[in-house]
């Protein structure tokens, strides 16, 4: 993906910066309400369009919240579902929506947590609100991709920059990929530096420095948690089949995982890159099993978010990659704690 500005599309992004800042405006003076759910709401977020590592970090966050002792929900949007309203994706005990229902990222995230309600809905007032009537154990909302959705109150902003790309392109959509100005992030509460794996964070500490300035920095690195199979049992690298793999990846930025690949000692033979949260019709899955007829392919290994769309639908076996994004500084869980006592009565 070019993430230079491109000059050409200047105006438009003029006219959609006008729009968020209004937006916003009519936030701040009253004139559209601001609700606040019954249980206090942490919301992970970034100013970019994608690719910050946004769903490993929430699934890391959630996991941690459960080992202290809190019954977290998760709140989406549900990206590129086929639904509409409110679909309760998982109950905390099982995953209840299809991933057409849910959409890929909410999918991904039932499977991966399966002790953790989901429920989503453009609306995040009214997730709020049948999740704490549905799970009246949920002490504790995480607002998914939550940053800009500030119709719904929250406690704690969590905002991501990503150390290989920190300013997103430099510019608004849909000249550069960035949701709001850098300005913005003044809004953030703490700041967590995705990705210090690929990139030196320096930059993107700056960034969040000058711009949330008050606001603790963090980094955070891309941890692999391993490899399954069809069966959701883990496969050693050196146990993959034999012969040459296809690679598959659907992500804002599908290098990334070719470079996990990398890193993990997987050759593969064929890379297949997808916008993010593609869809996988006929065309699609055409191309991936050409790819494995022309390379001799044994296997095709993926995401965790495309293989909950592609599972049952390839002639071969399918292999996913588990992530998760850490914090690797300690003291972040302390201070989300000491920010969340801060929640009016």
Known sequence: MNDEPDSILAPLSALYGAGVAARLALYERGLFRVRRAGRPVVSVGNIAAGGTGKTPFVRWLAGELL?????????????G???????????GAGTLATTAASGDEAALLARALPRV???????????ARVAEKLFPAVDLHLLDDGFSHV??????????LD?????????????????EPLTAL?????VVVTKVEGAAPAEAI???????????VYRAATHVLGIRDDRGEEVHPRDLPKGTLVAVAGLAHPGAFFSTLDRLGIDVEARLPYPDHARYGDFRLGKIARAAEVTGATAVITTEKDAVKLAGRLSLPLFRVAIESRVVEPGFLTELAALLTRRPS
């Open 151 to 160: 119709a719904l109150a929250r406690d704690v902003d969590i905002v991501l």
């Open 81 to 91: 579902r086929s639904s509409r309203g409110t679909v309760v994706v998982s109950d």
């Open 186 to 190: 003044a809004r953030a509460d703490l």
């Open 117 to 127: 309600p989901i429920v989503a809905d453009a609306r995040r007032v009214r997730a």
């Open 163 to 179: 150390a290989t790309n920190p300013t997103a392109g430099g510019a608004l959509l849909p000249e550069g990929r960035i949701r």
């Open 67 to 79: 080992l202290r002792s809190r019954n977290p929900s998760i709140l989406t949007r549900g990206y």
């Open 206 to 216: 700056e960034l969040a420095r000058r711009y949330a300035p008050g606001a603790p």
